[in-house]
Every structure is written in C-alpha cells, then in structure tokens.
C-alpha cells in the first residue's frame, strides 16, 4: 500500500482550495483530488487489485490440493 506522505505544496493548497465543493443539506462536502492524490489512488488501486487477484488464486489452489488429497474432483465416481 502506499505509505501517507504530507501533503503541503502551495500548488496543491490552491488546487484544494479551487476544487472544495461545499456540503448542502443532503450529504457531505466533496472536492476534487490533486493530481499527485490521483497518482496516488491508482498506484494503491492497482497494488491493491494484484494482491486480491494472487490471494484468489492462492485460495483457489488450497482448495484444489484438499480436495485431491480426499479423492473429490479426480473424475473417479464413488457409489
């Protein structure tokens, strides 16, 4: 995951300030993010995606293994 850096640059202080959208009385107050939080988000995104799609696959061979360990799934039929 992408470790918390500070954010404090004046470009990206103006950008917050330009992009602060405030709350009405149906949710909370949003703003656009800056480009090195972009940057940041989809760095994490894609990292975070690998992870679940390598855990997945992990997973899914364990389960393969204990079901040939107990004869399930070889294609031979027990009556």
């Known amino acids: ?6 954010h404090g640059s004046d470009t990206e202080n103006e950008l917050r300030g330009k992009n602060t959208v405030t709350a009405d009385s149906e949710g909370p107050a949003v703003r656009r993010l800056a480009p090195s939080e972009l940057v940041e988000l989809r760095q994490d995104m894609a ?14 061979a364990e389960k393969n293994q204990k079901k040939s360990e107990h004869g399930m799934g070889n294609g031979i039929k027990s009556e």
């Open 47 to 60: 990292e975070s995606s690998a992870w679940a799609k390598a855990e997945l696959k992990r997973r899914r």
């Open 1 to 6: 995951m992408v470790e918390a850096k500070e």
